[in-house]
């Protein structure tokens, strides 16, 4: 790989957040969970781009914004592999990986049609639960039926 | 128990359940007293289900507390589109606790969050319905003379009956032998399956009904209904041999008890009630008692 090239895909930011190890598919869905849409920062978004560890990632760059932890840990949902590296000065501060939270609340639908937080203008609430694949699935704390990860849509 | 809502089995511990028998126990010898005389039950049926709310109304009316409410969503201000929060704020201002059932799954687990009384869960969808299965425990033990070790035989729809998943997941406390008589279609779903394993209970699944029967205590009949089946032509194949009639009881033991939470339709035919072995029709009046021992427990007043 050429510098050049790889400038481009790593190319450094002053202040803000980096949300690496994204996996390609699930890019989006990140975008949504976080309300990338609706903020005014500056920001970068790579994707299907080369990783060793996962074939193909997404990145995302976020100029001047820091996350609270539990609003990024939301993204362990659709990308429990991610990495958040923070940034000040072109240093990075400091670099982990996202945890599951153990409870969600707001952003995602119950998978229930007959779910009451679909019928009234109700937050959802769920416990976070491990599938037999190791996946994450979300037990309503209302209607008590259990959203599986793909069936999960992100209000 | 005092000041809690019962919406799930779970929200109780095995010894509350217990406790609550126990007081069962009490008001059948005793139903008439006027200990919540004063007090206000709210009733509040968002969908229709007469023998529910009959059974609450008459617990609380024969412990001398009035009842207010409404037996249907379309008398009442929710078909004017009034909120769930709305309606539970209101009724809770006139009232000390509040029976209520709603079609949507979690409704009454909303009402709890919101509601500064307590909140009995008369059936959310097809969720929970705790007193009904409080009743189950009841009859069971009532006529069985424990609750422990019993071979429970549930025969019909084990696919969609809550009444069933919920009473199978209370057995798994009392070390109960579970037999399941179904048509493939209407098996057992995997979670209330899992309950058992994780308890390491033993499950015996059939076919046929009538090998079931000579093992069985409790023999706990459900209604197989028409629309559960994708297919017409499956559903006339098998609604007939999940029938229980008479003749079929010969084989079973002198204690056992036949048990359904009642509408029945075909599946229990007449000649059955007669025999000494038919119970659901006690087993619905146990209800009235238990809703009282429920009833008197929340309101701190036994
Ligand atoms: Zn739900």
Redesign the pocket.
């Given at each position: 790989m050429s510098d050049l090239r790889k400038e481009l895909k790593v190319s450094a930011i002053e202040n803000g957040t980096v949300i690496d190890h994204i996996p390609a598919k699930s890019l989006f869905q990140v975008v949504k969970i976080l309300k990338l849409n609706a903020i005014p920062n500056q920001i970068l978004f790579g994707n299907n781009l080369q990783s060793q560890k996962y074939g193909t990632k997404g990145i995302i760059k976020v100029n001047d914004k820091y996350f609270e932890a539990q609003e990024l840990n939301k993204i362990a949902l659709v990308a429990p592999s991610a990495t958040l590296i923070v940034i000040k000065d072109f240093t990075v501060v400091y670099k982990k990986n996202v945890e599951l939270p153990k409870t969600i609340k707001q952003f995602v639908k119950?998978?229930?049609p007959n779910?009451?937080?679909?019928n009234e203008n109700i937050e959802?609430k769920f416990d976070v639960h491990i599938d037999e694949e190791g996946q994450p699935k979300l037990r309503?704390?209302?209607?008590?039926?259990f959203?599986a990860k793909d069936n999960m849509v992100f209000i | 128990m005092k000041n809690r809502s019962l919406v799930s089995i779970e929200d109780f511990s095995k010894e509350e359940w217990l406790k609550i028998l126990d007081l069962a126990e009490e008001f059948e010898k005793n139903p008439k007293q006027r200990i919540l005389e004063g007090n206000v039950i709210a009733t509040l049926f968002f969908e229709p289900s007469t023998r529910t709310r009959l059974s609450f109304e008459s617990a609380a009316s024969y412990l001398g507390a009035k009842v207010i409410g409404f037996s249907d969503a379309s008398s009442s201000s929710v078909k004017k589109g009034e909120s769930l929060n709305d309606t539970i704020l209101t009724v809770s201002n006139y009232s000390d606790i509040i029976v209520m059932r709603h079609p949507r799954?979690?409704s009454a687990r909303y009402a709890s969050e919101v509601s500064p009384v307590p909140i009995i869960n008369a059936g959310d969808g097809a969720n929970q319905h705790p007193s009904q299965t409080l009743l189950d425990l009841y009859s069971i033990r009532k006529t069985q003379g424990r609750l422990d070790n019993i071979h429970i035989t549930f025969v019909g729809d084990l696919k969609y009956g809550r009444t069933v998943h919920s009473l199978v997941i209370a057995l798994c406390n009392f070390n109960a032998i579970f037999h399941f008589v179904s048509p493939p279609e209407l098996k057992l779903p995997s979670y209330v399956k899992r309950h058992i394993k994780d308890a390491k209970l033993r499950y015996y699944q059939y076919t046929d009904l009538t090998e079931a029967i000579p093992k069985t205590d409790i023999l706990y009949m459900t209604r197989i209904q028409k629309e559960r089946f994708s297919d017409p032509i499956e559903y006339e194949k098998v609604k007939n041999a999940y029938i229980l009639r008479n003749s079929m009881l010969e084989e079973a033991k002198e204690s056992m008890k036949v048990l359904h939470p009642l509408p029945r339709v075909n599946e229990i035919t007449q000649d059955v009630d007669a025999n000494p072995m038919a119970y659901y029709f006690q087993q619905a009046q146990n209800g009235v008692y238990v809703r009282q021992a429920i009833l008197t427990s929340i309101l701190g007043v036994k």
């Open positions: 119950c998978v229930n779910c009451i937080t679909n959802t309503c704390n209302y209607c008590e039926k959203t | 799954e979690g």
